[in-house]
Nanobody, 121 residues
Framework: QVQLVESGGGLVQAGGSLRLSCAAS????????MGWYRQAPGKQRELVAA???????NYADSVKGRFTISGDNAKNTVYLQMNSLKPEDTAVYYC???????????????WGQGTQVTVSS
């Protein structure tokens, strides 16, 4: 069984910063990639940023230059440093990971429970 546990959300004023963390635990053989998605009320869930086990990163255009994703492979943890936050960044942020639980299994998609980020103007 695999769990993704997020932390670090909260309320911040526009221009402020927050750091999200997500730790994967349980029966894990390998993690190919981890990332963050967000979903605002009435909108579809969208990719914010992702990082592969090799360190390659990908960002949504709306957060480039403001957000930084990083990972600690030894701790099965991914971080999202969010700077210069804007009200439009307000959403529930979900951690996502592509995980193989054994050397013979395909990777599956796992999700965290979500953490609320609210940016006030």
């Amino acid at each position: 069984q695999v769990q993704l546990v997020e932390s670090g959300g909260g309320l911040v004023q526009a221009g402020g910063s927050l750091r999200l963390s997500c730790a994967a635990s349980g029966s894990i053989f390998s993690i190919n990639a981890m990332g963050w998605y967000r979903q605002a009320p009435g909108k579809q869930r969208e990719l914010v940023a992702a990082i592969t086990s090799g360190g390659s990163t990908n960002y949504a255009d709306s957060v480039k230059g403001r957000f930084t994703i990083s990972g600690d492979n030894a701790k099965n943890t991914v971080y999202l440093q969010m700077n210069s936050l804007k009200p439009e960044d307000t959403a529930v942020y979900y951690c996502n990971a592509l995980i193989a639980v054994t050397r013979w299994s395909y990777e599956d998609n796992y999700w965290g429970q979500g953490t609320q980020v609210t940016v006030s103007s």
